[in-house]
């Protein structure tokens, strides 16, 4: 067998001839497909390679018109090499070559461009007819992996075909939440820890669907089909709905991520009840900019609106969020509540949290309490609302 380079450089050429690339880590059978195809002579072949970097740039110097590639060769493989080739090269055509039947990996060639498929072992003539077939235009799969496409192209339609069902199911649930069907409002009481007196209520969004999904596994699917904040500002629009049902001296507060609290269609349902509205600014996303959130709370400020931060003591970034938004109302974390009679690491947080809050004019809520033991040790510490299963459970407002 006579062996060739890596790379060789291309000569004048007699015209018709088919110009081939070979790319394939293993030197025997990139040996013996050179020696095959410098044989033939309706077929001119300018060179070899051994990884994808180096099928990249052989096929960027001599543009062939055809590229046999391995498909599992060092340097990103066969698809990346695919791609690659057609951007620079895009005359070219790509034949796959595979040492196995491999459909996900037939799939992801034909994805990256190829037009030809070949199991390493094919008879000769077989190459040889497969490189002229693409050559004009056509395309050329081995009979091993005829089989084998059909059926995984189909089932993946098929799976496509489903998820997209599923997705269109979902969307369309969401969007009947949005336009207030199969949506409820439940309002957990906030109180003053000394005589339980009811200052102001938590509206809290749930949602009737088949099968059961919690309210938090709602909004992260209306976020992640860009309808997060059309479903926040209608809990929103909805839960306001309960405020003449109210205490009149009491305050409702509703959730808000910062996505929503900067949509322009806030302020107008806020605006008839601004005075008795509390929005608490939640964390199902990064806030990516400060002073942008600040611009849109001023108007809201402005109406009358109150801003509160949720979770607070729970993370780094709920302190950032104290810092930079300046809340009128710090809610503490269920986290930092839970059993802080008996952990004195959360009882020296919460005391630290609660002098930052008295220093800076806020007021602290304390959410998650589910003891006597707990309220009587944040009586302790100086908090004086807060809100949790052993002081109300939430539940439906007077007349709903």
């Known amino acids: 067998m006579r062996s060739f380079p890596l790379a060789a450089t291309a000569v004048s050429r007699p015209p018709q001839r088919i110009r081939v690339l070979v790319a394939d880590d293993e030197p025997a059978l990139r040996g013996a497909l050179a020696e095959l195809l410098a044989q033939e002579d309706r077929i001119f072949f300018v060179g070899a390679a051994a990884d994808a970097d180096e099928a990249i740039a052989l096929a960027q110097r001599e543009q062939p018109d055809v590229a046999l590639l391995d498909v599992k060769m060092p340097a990103g493989g066969g698809p990346r090499a695919a791609r690659e080739i057609q951007r620079l090269s895009p005359g070219t055509r790509v034949i796959a070559l595979s040492a196995f039947e491999d459909r996900p990996t037939v799939l992801e060639m034909l994805?990256?461009?190829?037009?030809?498929?070949?199991?390493?072992?094919?008879?000769?003539?077989?190459?040889?007819?497969?490189?002229?077939?693409?050559?004009?235009?056509?395309?050329?799969?081995?009979?091993?992996?005829?089989?084998?496409?059909?059926?995984?192209?189909?089932?993946?339609?098929?799976?496509?075909?489903?998820?997209?069902?599923?997705?269109?199911?979902?969307?369309?649930?969401?969007?009947?939440?949005?336009?207030?069907?199969?949506?409820?409002?439940?309002?957990?009481?906030?109180?003053?820890?000394?005589?339980?007196?009811?200052?102001?209520?938590?509206?809290?969004?749930?949602?009737?669907?088949?099968?059961?999904?919690?309210?938090?596994?709602?909004?992260?699917?209306?976020r992640a089909l860009d309808l997060g904040v059309q479903l926040e500002?209608?809990?929103?629009?909805?839960?306001?709905?309960?405020?003449?049902?109210?205490?009149?001296?009491?305050?409702?507060?509703?959730?808000?991520?910062?996505?929503?609290?900067?949509s322009p269609d806030l302020a107008p349902i806020l605006e008839p009840v601004a005075q008795r509205m509390v929005v608490e600014i939640t964390e199902h996303e990064a806030v990516d900019d400060y002073d942008e959130l600040a611009r849109w709370l001023a108007p809201l400020r402005a109406l009358g609106v109150r801003i509160a931060i949720d979770d607070a003591g729970a993370g780094y970034a709920s302190l950032r969020h104290t810092l930079q938004i300046a809340p009128d109302i710090v809610k503490v974390d269920i986290s930092l509540t839970r059993s802080i009679d008996g952990d004195r690491g959360k009882r020296a947080l919460a005391r630290a949290l609660i002098s930052f809050a008295q220093e800076m004019d806020m007021t602290i809520v304390a959410e998650g309490i589910e003891t006597d033991a707990e309220l009587q040790t944040l009586l302790e510490l100086g908090v004086r609302y807060g809100q949790g299963y052993f002081l109300a459970q939430p539940g439906t407002l007077p007349g709903t």
């Not at 461009?113 to 056509?138: F, M, N, P, W």
């Not at 269109?168 to 009481?189: H, T, W």
């Not at 405020?243 to 609290?261: E, F, G, I, T, W």
Request: proline share 4%; charged share 25%.
């Open 111 to 222: 994805r990256a461009g190829c037009v030809g498929y070949l199991v390493k072992g094919t008879a000769a003539e077989d190459i040889l007819g497969s490189i002229r077939r693409v050559a004009q235009g056509g395309t050329s799969l081995s009979d091993e992996v005829v089989g084998g496409i059909v059926h995984e192209l189909s089932s993946q339609l098929r799976r496509e075909e489903i998820e997209q069902e599923q997705l269109e199911a979902r969307r369309d649930e969401i969007l009947r939440f949005v336009a207030g069907e199969g949506m409820s409002m439940a309002f957990q009481p906030i109180v003053n820890l000394e005589d339980h007196d009811v200052i102001g209520v938590e509206a809290l969004a749930r949602f009737r669907s088949f099968p059961m999904r919690r309210p938090d596994e709602w909004f992260a699917e209306a």
């Open 233 to 262: 500002l209608s809990t929103i629009r909805q839960a306001a709905l309960g405020l003449p049902k109210l205490p009149p001296r009491s305050y409702l507060s509703v959730n808000c991520s910062h996505r929503a609290a900067r």
